[in-house]
């Protein structure tokens, strides 16, 4: 039985990630869900007062934390209601910041994968996970799939994978998603975004390379030339319009480096598409 991990805010993130998540798990056969709210109140709340001079005694402290749990309560019976009834669905309350509270709940249930809604711009009615996402999707040791708050769930039949065919080994991340009983199954959209030219197309030895790595898995190789990768990237988006795109683990992924640059809001913040980031 496969096990998703949802952290929650109660922002219209969340909610659209709900939705998303319960179309995804018909597809996937995720036989467990489960909600995580991060109830951290850290010693400085507690001891300094607030921009409006009030200090958080602890019977407001515990209050909140009534009411995080009762919300949490409604989200998952919502859940319920729109999976398929055989999905299990549990909530998580942890007092840890909500980074670690994912990394204790990964060790202790040990998810096959993290899903996480966004906002759709980093300046518009932040959630207080949409502020952490990059610090999430750098730490967690399971693939990540971070839903931008206006996209709905579509059945993926074609995946994106942006990658530097420098390195085409890290393609070998896919093999734990080819097999349809497990999870998506997706026909794979390559991208080489290579405005150098470095790899010819008609490179025989580049594609019995790859024809071993994706076995199991239908796929079409596209090259572009665009000098600007995101540009490049977003172009091919908005043109072939995969529902997922697919970021590969590793210095030769276009998301590895998640605090650099303008790479990661504007393909997994900004993004018109969900994005799965692998492990």
């Known amino acids: 039985m496969k096990t998703l991990l949802i952290p929650v805010d109660f922002s219209d993130a969340t909610e659209n990630v709900i939705s998303y998540a319960a179309g995804f798990c018909r597809d996937t056969h995720v036989g467990c869900i489960i909600l995580l709210k991060s109830f951290y109140v850290s010693v400085y709340a507690q001891l300094l007062p607030s921009a409006d001079f009030v200090q958080l005694s602890a019977e407001d402290i515990d209050e909140e934390r009534e009411k995080a749990e009762e919300n949490l309560k409604a989200l998952g019976l919502e859940l319920l209601k729109i999976c398929d009834p055989s999905v299990h669905v549990k909530t998580a309350v942890s007092e840890l910041p909500l980074v670690r509270a994912i990394h204790r709940l990964i060790a202790d249930e040990r998810p096959e994968m993290v899903m996480i809604g966004t906002d759709k711009s980093l300046y518009e009615d932040n959630g207080y996970i949409s502020e952490q996402v990059i610090a999430i999707a750098k730490t967690s040791s399971v693939p990540l799939l971070i839903v931008p708050n206006h996209i709905r769930y579509e059945k993926i039949n074609e995946a994106l994978v942006p990658c530097d065919f420098a390195a085409i080994s890290r393609l070998s991340a896919l093999k734990g998603f080819r097999d349809p009983k497990k999870w998506m199954h997706p026909k794979l959209m390559l991208l080489n975004v290579d405005p150098k030219q470095k790899h010819l197309k008609n490179d025989e030895q580049f594609a019995a390379g790859l024809v071993d790595l994706l076995e199991g898995y239908e796929y079409k190789v596209y090259y572009s030339e665009d000098k600007d990768i995101v540009h490049g990237i977003l172009d091919f988006v908005e043109k072939q319009d995969p529902q997922l795109i ?34």
């Open 246 to 279: 697919i970021a590969l683990p590793g210095k030769y992924s276009f998301f590895y480096n998640l605090t650099h640059h303008s790479i990661t809001k504007t393909l997994a913040l900004n993004a018109n598409r969900a994005v799965l980031i692998l492990k």
